[in-house]
């Protein structure tokens, strides 16, 4: 596993937001599953509450071309979107999450180890964006990308 974190230092635990990008391939939860708008709808609200952030609303739609879903939860901290593409065994997560009145970081990597325990991938890319509240901004990129983790083969027996 490669881990290499960002050295960007924000204002404070509440200055900037984080957002997480997943790309989960070979993702071994039912294909049925991946294609299911209803239970993926289900599974996002319950990760995103049992991580302790608020939803304001929610939209998913089931796409014909491939069977996936696309869909987003509107948070009070921010948004979760997500799509599947069944016929690939591939998941995309959007996990962002602002920082004003509360450092959330953990919880949006809550929302994202669940649903990688859920979607069960055997290759995982990992991004980590710092957004806003950076200390130089004059001389740091706001948004700057790391990737955080890269886990080829990350699940049981493979």
């Known amino acids: 596993m490669q881990l290499e974190i960002a050295q960007n230092e924000v204002d404070s635990d509440t200055g900037g937001g984080l957002q997480l990008l997943a790309e989960w391939h070979g993702c071994r ?7 299911d708008c ?3 709808c289900d599974i996002c ?6 991580a302790g952030l608020t939803v304001c609303g929610h939209s998913f739609h089931a796409l014909t071309e491939g069977g996936g ?6 948070l009070a901290e921010s948004h979760l979107a997500i799509r599947t593409w069944p016929d690939r065994g591939v998941v995309t997560v959007d996990v962002l999450v602002c920082n004003y009145t509360t450092n959330n970081r953990a919880k949006a990597h809550a929302v994202v180890d ?6 069960l991938p055997f ?3 990992l991004m ?6 950076l200390r130089n901004r004059l001389t740091d990129n706001l948004g700057q990308i790391t990737t955080i983790a890269t886990r080829p083969g990350s699940g049981t027996g493979n």
């Open 29 to 35: 939860l039912a294909r049925s599953a991946l294609a």
């Open 38 to 40: 209803a239970n993926l």
């Open 45 to 50: 609200l319950a990760v995103v509450e049992g």
């Open 69 to 74: 879903v696309i869909g987003v939860v509107l």
């Open 114 to 119: 669940s649903l990688r325990v859920t979607f």
């Open 123 to 125: 290759k995982e890319n």
């Open 128 to 133: 980590q964006v710092r957004r806003g509240g």
